[in-house]
């Protein structure tokens, strides 16, 4: 009977041996899977924070294209009225001239202007 008692507690023994190897298998394994998983996770957070700087370098970028454009677009806008300005300044002296030249045949062109106006807006 002692064999078959140690024939027993062997094959518990061997048993509880494998089990003891499959749980420190398995622990390793996840060990490894923890380490593998974050390795992978500051990867990821390094790529997001490598695209969020190149999203903030282009956003920049497009935003000193448009201010430069802008800027342009107000220059080019104010020497537009310069010169608009300028011009209706030549043509109110010109007229003021010709007034002072020919004030009588100002006077009648201006009545007829007047005549044919009034004439537009009661029709």
């Keep these: 009977m002692n064999t078959f008692k140690e024939r027993t507690k062997d094959t518990i023994d061997a ?14 394994k996840a060990e490894r899977a923890s380490e593998a998983i974050s390795g992978m ?17 282009y956003a920049e970028d497009v935003g000193e294209r448009a201010k430069h454009a802008a800027n342009r ?19 109110g002296r010109e ?3 010709l007034v ?3 004030p009588i045949p100002a006077l009648l062109v201006g009545f007829g202007v007047g005549v044919l106006m009034g004439r537009a807006v009661r029709a």
């Design 41 to 57: 996770a500051g990867s990821i957070k390094d790529e997001a924070k490598s695209v969020a700087h190149a999203v903030a370098d």
């Design 73 to 91: 677009a107000q220059h080019w806008v104010g020497e537009k009225y310069d010169q608009t300005a300028h011009a209706a300044g030549d043509i």
């Design 15 to 28: 048993a509880a041996d494998k089990a003891k190897a499959a749980t420190d298998f398995a622990a390793d």
């Design 100 to 102: 002072r030249k020919y």
């Design 95 to 97: 007229l003021t001239a």
